[in-house]
């Protein structure tokens, strides 16, 4: 920085108004800054491990087996989609918590809806839930809630919601 803008800078700064405004600006900045950078590294930590391994602690955690023939990132999109609008297609949300088996389910499909949450990129996850329980008692009404606890402890699924 060259002499004259340092002067400058100073001269500036030394009306009392201006001071005051660029503090407060200052403030302003760091403040965002570090609640984005909140954000950020805590979706960054709360990521999945991805394959066998994560597959084998979720059934050793639950007692219960991961169905195979359920691909969980497309329930998860489905259920992003039915809940990402103005309005939420609860049947959507229904069909999906139908499509689960076991409690080894209900949370492979909880991390894959954290998989999601992470891939939609810093804007939508600073709009959207991070866990798909808190998306689901956000988004459901008392009753559709008791409803989708029902379609899931029919199966001897017990719901964090």
Known sequence: MSKSKITSTIDYLSDPKKAITAAVLLVLAVAVVAFL???VSSLWSNSTL???MEDANIESNTGSNI???INFQQLAKRMWDATDRFGTDENEVFAVLSCLNTQADYVKLCNAWCSLYVEKGWFNRLTAKA???GTLTS???TG???R???ILTDKGITPDF
């Open 50 to 52: 991805q394959g066998s």
């Open 148 to 150: 989708a606890r029902g």
């Open 67 to 69: 169905t195979g023939s």
């Open 144 to 146: 559709e809630l008791a």
């Open 37 to 39: 950078w909140k954000k």
């Open 139 to 141: 988004e459901l009404s």
């Open 131 to 133: 866990t798909l329980p």
